[in-house]
């Protein structure tokens, strides 16, 4: 079965960092664009970063220079580097990606089951 696994969520003071990962496994053969999106209670969901497979990284503009997305493909695995938290950042973090699946290695779409991150002192 393929899936993504999210890791990494908590509390943590205004400030203070966390560091998310997000695995892909099953029956897979590399990932294309792997993304973190976020939505706070009451909100919609909202793309935080993107990362393509053999290109840069995007951002959504307010949160350039707190989070940093990276990849590792020998690991089919996509980080969040949260920096500087603030009460605002609070949401279920999703990880999405597109996986080559199978021996066709057709593209599939695939999301994460959300991990919470909660900025409070």
């Known amino acids: 079965q393929v899936q993504l696994v999210e890791s990494g969520g908590g509390l943590v003071q205004p400030g203070g960092s966390l560091r998310l990962s997000c695995a892909a496994s099953?029956?897979?053969?590399?990932?294309?664009?792997m993304s973190w999106y976020r939505q706070a209670p009451g909100k919609p969901r909202e793309l935080v970063a993107t990362?393509?497979?053999?290109?840069?990284?995007d951002y959504a503009d307010s949160l350039k220079g707190r989070f940093t997305i990276s990849r590792d493909n020998a690991k089919n695995t996509v980080y969040l580097q949260l920096d500087n938290l603030k009460p605002e950042d609070t949401a279920v973090y999703y990880c999405?990606?597109?996986?080559?699946?199978?021996?066709?290695?057709?593209?599939?779409?695939?999301w994460g089951q959300g991990t919470q991150v909660t900025v409070s002192s």
């Open positions: 999405y990606a597109v996986l080559r699946v199978g021996r066709a290695r057709e593209p599939f779409n695939y």
């Open positions: 099953g029956n897979i053969f590399g990932a294309d664009v």
């Open positions: 990362i393509p497979r053999g290109g840069s990284a």
